[in-house]
């Protein structure tokens, strides 16, 4: 054996331990994968009976916002209808009003006017 013989066979030694150290971790990531992809397959089918009731949710929430809206437009025309039957309540009663008010102030100045003054006890 020469020289070069012992070399070879000292770097295929180290090669081979080298396999072995690396084939240790790569036994480990392969485990890892395969408990990857299990996670992955239960959380797809997991996944989809939450997509579908979030679906459902939302269905019912939009309805739900519908019926509020038309409730909502019921309200802002029923406020409207009022605002505008006080106006008219307003405009029909309390002009005539404040000049009844006006001609109840003038009478009651005119008949004070009329009293006697300087009686006195």
């Excluded at 054996?1 to 990531?29: E, H, N, Q, R, T």
């Amino acid at each position: 054996m020469s020289g070069g013989d012992i070399a070879g066979l000292i770097a295929a030694g180290i090669f081979a331990v080298l396999v072995g150290l690396l084939a240790v971790p790569l036994i480990k990531l392969g485990r890892v994968f395969d408990e990857t992809k299990t996670a992955i397959h239960e959380l797809s089918g997991n996944v989809t009976p939450l997509l579908e009731e979030a679906t459902t949710t939302i269905t019912e929430t939009n309805k739900q916002l519908a019926r509020f809206d038309t409730i909502t437009g019921g309200i802002a025309e029923a406020t409207g209808n009022v605002t505008s039957l006080i106006a008219l309540f307003a405009a029909t009663v309390g002009g005539p009003l404040i000049k009844l008010a006006g001609f109840s102030a003038a009478v009651r100045a005119g008949f004070s006017g009329m009293k006697p003054k300087g009686r006195s006890k």
